[in-house]
């Protein structure tokens, strides 16, 4: 039986979802899911000093709103458990003193002061430890761990030869062992580091295909000298290209780029976020651009990643999620954009579905909904100009005369018969009473109603909607100011 796929989503707790991590996180998914496959979800929580209350809450938050269902993890179990490293503290000792045993990582007891010297004292500041206890007497380690003296332990990397191996993405990678800084696998307080627990875990946890960010790419050679050291398997890897900002600069939260929930903030849906990013440097076999989630699975291919950097296009993203408004189920639409057209709209009375109805075709995001109905509480200060639409043949002289008859004509309507039907009628009716055209009508009404010269929703729409009170108010408002 070929061997089960395992991926894993492996997020430091940093208090939000990089585009760049979730980007990560959809390829794990879909490299496990679309070979039957099992996503394990790991938080690396080692560093304590970042720790950030609630961060873990938004990695579980990210993966639910994005349908990313993990199979193990904290919150749902698994034979693997813990799935949180820093109550897997214990697991890591034992096999860095087994890799002490067998020659490959050695105790150092270095202190900080000297660290911090020889640091100092280097030409080349990125330059790393220099190897000092690598080669203390088994008597003087002895005697300094008896003595209570703390100690990190360091990976003992050899000093010739080469290290490689395939990457999915990047193929071939080769790295001079002599550049391998002997770097630390435990560290004083007894927690593993990010390079000693990636790999203990991925292990343990039966880990296939590991996908991470390709600044990963230089390091996974010490990760693969320490799987050789343990007599274990190598992983598939696959390193990712970031994702970009621009041609230069990578998108960071830091510099103020976009979170996964800044963009929900912005009004983006999850479903679009995770579409445009799965295209982010994964293309399909086709040029097909929609695709669900489930629907990502049934046409992953690994052979489909990139490793050019892609850029994140806002102006892309707010098209394709548009595109995901306007084909949305009505009433779904209705139930997400709600809590904003509440903010938009406060008049009581107020229909909310029939304007929801109008502006589902024409907003991008959900923000953009406010600015689109802000005419809707209280009537905007406008020019007489827009009255005048040479397409309509509207000027301001037939505007104010049609103005008047409009508002006799809808002060007899009664109440109860405000309806959309009703007014269409009456107004198409006095059109042709008039020997005028509809437009002629219709163009100073929405004006007079909405002071813009763009509407989600026409003349009768707006009637509708603002209600028999309101539109006589405005339409006479509309009649004093062509008249001055
Ligand atoms: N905790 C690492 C990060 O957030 C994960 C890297 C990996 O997937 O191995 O960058």
């Known amino acids: 039986m070929a061997k089960e796929i395992r991926t894993r989503f492996a997020p430091s707790p940093t208090g939000y979802m990089h585009i760049g991590n979730l980007r990560t996180a959809l390829y794990e998914y879909l490299i496990a899911k679309s070979q039957g496959g099992k996503f394990i979800l790991r938080i690396e929580d080692t560093d304590q000093e970042r720790y950030i209350e609630g961060a873990t809450d938004i990695i579980y938050e990210t993966l639910k709103q994005t349908?990313?269902?993990?199979?193990?993890?904290?919150?749902?179990?698994?034979?693997?458990?813990?799935?949180?490293?820093?109550?897997?503290?214990?697991?890591?000792?034992?096999?860095?003193?087994?890799?002490?045993?067998n020659g490959a990582a050695y105790y150092c007891f270095c202190t900080k002061d000297r660290l911090e010297e020889i640091k100092a004292n280097s030409a080349d500041k990125v330059a790393g430890y220099d190897r000092h206890c690598r080669d203390l007497s088994?008597?003087?380690?002895?005697?300094?761990?008896?003595?209570?003296?703390?100690?990190?332990?360091?990976?003992?990397?050899?000093?010739s030869g080469k290290t490689s191996y395939t990457d999915v993405v990047y193929g071939l990678v080769e790295i001079e062992n002599s550049e391998l800084e002997d770097q630390i696998l435990v560290k004083s307080d007894g927690m593993p580091t990010y390079n000693f627990a990636n790999v203990i875990d991925d292990h343990l946890m039966n880990i296939t295909h590991v996908v991470r960010g390709n600044e990963y790419l230089s390091s996974t050679p010490k990760y693969n000298l320490l799987y050789e050291a343990l007599g274990w398997d190598i992983p598939v890897y696959i390193h990712l290209p970031p994702v970009m900002k621009d041609a230069q600069h990578k998108l960071s939260k830091r510099n103020g780029d976009a979170s996964f929930q800044d963009l929900l903030k912005k009004g983006y849906l999850p479903e679009a976020i995770l579409n445009y990013i799965a295209l982010l440097g994964w293309s399909p076999r086709d040029n097909r651009e929609f695709f669900t989630l489930n629907e990502l699975v049934e046409n992953?291919?690994?052979?489909?990643?990139?490793?050019?950097?892609?850029?994140?296009?806002?102006?892309?993203?707010?098209?394709?999620?548009?595109?995901?408004?306007?084909n949305m189920d009505p009433d779904k639409y209705y139930a997400l954009a709600l809590p904003y057209l509440k903010k938009a709209?406060?008049?009581?009375?107020?229909?909310?579905?029939?304007?929801?109805?109008?502006?589902?075709?024409?907003?991008?995001?959900?923000?953009?909904?406010?600015?689109?109905?802000?005419?809707?509480?209280?009537?905007?200060?406008?020019?007489?100009?827009?009255?005048?639409?040479?397409?309509?043949?509207?000027?301001?002289?037939?505007?104010?005369?049609?103005?008047?008859?409009?508002?006799?004509?809808?002060?007899?309507?009664?109440?109860?018969?405000?309806?959309?039907?009703?007014?269409?009628?009456?107004?198409?009716?006095?059109?042709?009473?008039?020997?005028?055209?509809?437009?002629?009508?219709?163009?100073?009404?929405?004006?007079?109603?909405?002071?813009k010269d763009v509407t989600p929703g026409g003349a009768i729409e707006l009637l509708y909607i603002l209600g028999k009170e309101e539109s006589l108010a405005r339409i006479e408002t509309g009649i004093d100011m062509l008249e001055e």
Request: neutral net charge; hydrophobic residues 35%; charged residues 30%.
């Open 345 to 451: 709209v406060a008049s009581p009375d107020i229909d909310l579905k029939k304007i929801a109805s109008l502006v589902q075709g024409r907003a991008d995001t959900f923000m953009d909904i406010a600015p689109l109905i802000d005419f809707i509480d209280a009537l905007p200060e406008y020019s007489t100009d827009i009255y005048c639409h040479k397409k309509m043949k509207t000027d301001k002289v037939n505007s104010l005369e049609n103005l008047k008859a409009v508002l006799s004509l809808l002060k007899g309507i009664d109440k109860r018969d405000w309806n959309e039907e009703k007014l269409h009628d009456s107004l198409i009716n006095l059109a042709s009473e008039k020997g005028v055209k509809n437009g002629q009508i219709m163009w100073p009404v929405r004006t007079a109603l909405s002071g």
């Open 67 to 101: 349908g990313m269902q993990h199979d193990e993890g904290p919150d749902v179990g698994g034979d693997y458990g813990p799935y949180i490293q820093s109550e897997r503290k214990d697991t890591y000792l034992p096999y860095a003193k087994k890799l002490v045993e």
């Open 300 to 326: 992953f291919y690994i052979e489909g990643l990139s490793k050019s950097p892609a850029v994140f296009d806002i102006v892309k993203l707010r098209w394709m999620n548009g595109e995901y408004l306007r």
């Open 138 to 159: 088994k008597e003087e380690v002895e005697a300094k761990l008896k003595a209570g003296t703390p100690y990190v332990i360091r990976q003992k990397m050899p000093l």
